[in-house]
């Protein structure tokens, strides 16, 4: 098994990267590689689920192996399994808890890439969610990328190239990878090779996961997860009546708050306890008390970062959730229409069947603009609950 087993459906991109990777360990080793193969920086674009963050870690890993007698990227030696597990010392993944990257993270991320390895062949940062750096962490991150050190690649991943995801200056400073949304089949045969998932879940998961691999991975081994998509796939059809409105839009805000809480509880416990044992609890002796004063401090420095990152869940579940809405009419609408094209939910056929009958396409199409109006919505801070009210109400007037 390579790292890049990792990667689904995306042989293009692999077959890019092996190729940067030997030029890598031929720089390593002292010899001079064909211009352009290799580079410094790198830019992973493509739609959520795509696996932008998981390509980038397998060619971390490659970029880390060890093993000079195959193609690197072996997934066996320690180079290939720390950077995997995300315990190698010379890569670093900054992944944003909250709703952005910070100047003050960046700044410190900096000063750390410009060491040369200490125990791996190169220095690698990963920044995930690129497209969440404010304007000075990117203007940090610039700085570092016009003039890298001799041993340090960044690998930047974000949505697009385009300038709200990606600074023009950054962007041009990056080789660009594009991912596009692995087909059902490819991410199948994933889930049963590298998850040991069931053929029959396997098909099933794929089938409905929009070409997300993440949430493919989650419906196929949560049942909460699965029952939480049923939950939203069963809104269209119940709004009958006006008082359905909010009970509808209560659902939907529970159902992302209780992912937030179940995503978060036991990182947030370990982490409190992490750090009072850190800041002397029930230690006892001279400077306890001092100890115990400054513990109060750090404690409400990590509440405040772990209700950063419970909003950010809940604003991402959300958004999956209305996804899914949006693929409901989608379905509904090539079902009126007659199309072809291949259903999202293959599996909620007849109540798309049913919305077609009930619904003119015109009715659909505006039930679809509510929905991406209430991501667009939420995406700009809109409080969530009068977005989703908002939505709810167009939909069921239709």
């Given at each position: ?29 002292g ?70 990257i ?86 199948a ?32 081994a ?53 750090l009072?044992t ?16 400054g ?6 420095d ?12 809940q ?19 090539v ?16 109540d ?47």
């Amino acid at each position: 098994m390579s790292v890049w087993d990792e990667v689904v459906g995306q042989p293009d991109a692999v077959a890019t990267l092996s190729a940067s990777a030997e030029a890598a360990a031929t720089i390593v080793a002292g010899g001079t590689p064909a211009p352009g193969v290799m580079t410094h920086a790198w830019l992973f674009t493509g739609p959520p689920g795509s696996g932008r963050s998981s390509t980038a870690r397998a060619f971390a890993g490659a970029l880390q192996c060890v093993v000079t007698d195959d193609r690197p990227g072996c997934g066996a030696c320690s180079g290939c399994r720390t950077t995997l597990h995300g315990t190698h010392a010379d890569v670093r993944v900054v992944a944003p808890e909250g709703l952005s990257i910070s100047v003050a993270e960046m700044r410190s991320l900096v000063q750390i890439s410009a060491r040369r390895p200490t125990s791996g062949r190169w220095q690698v940062v990963i920044i995930e969610d690129a497209d969440r750096l404010t304007e000075g962490a990117a203007n940090a991150l610039l700085k570092a990328v016009e003039e890298p050190p001799a041993r340090t690649v960044f690998l930047l991943c974000a949505p697009s190239d385009h300038p709200d995801d990606v600074s023009v200056t950054i962007r041009s400073r990056c080789r660009l990878v594009s991912l596009g949304s692995p087909r059902p089949a490819a991410i199948a045969s994933a889930l049963e090779a590298v998850d040991g998932v069931s053929p029959e879940m396997a098909l099933w998961a794929a089938s409905v996961c929009g070409g997300h691999v993440g949430r493919a991975r989650r419906l196929a081994a949560d049942e909460l997860s699965r029952s939480r998509r049923e939950a939203v796939l069963r809104i269209p059809l119940a709004l009958r009546k006006p008082a359905d409105v909010f009970t509808c839009a209560d659902e939907l805000i529970k159902a992302a708050e209780d992912d937030a809480s179940t995503a978060n509880e036991a990182r947030n416990e370990a982490e409190r306890e992490a750090l009072e044992t850190a800041m002397g609890a029930g230690g006892t002796g001279k400077g306890t008390a001092t100890a115990s004063r400054g513990a109060k401090g750090a404690l409400k420095d990590l509440e405040k970062r772990q209700k950063s990152r419970a909003t950010r869940t809940q604003r991402d579940s959300l958004d999956m959730a209305l996804v899914d809405l949006a693929g409901f009419y989608r379905d509904a609408l090539v079902t009126k229409t007659g199309s072809e094209a291949a259903l999202m939910h293959p599996d909620r056929a007849g109540d798309s069947r049913t919305a077609a009958a009930t619904w003119s396409a015109e009715s659909i199409l505006r039930r679809i603009e509510a929905v991406l109006a209430c991501r667009e919505a939420i995406e700009v801070n809109v409080k969530p609950r009068i977005a989703i009210e908002a939505m709810v109400t167009t939909l069921h007037r239709g």
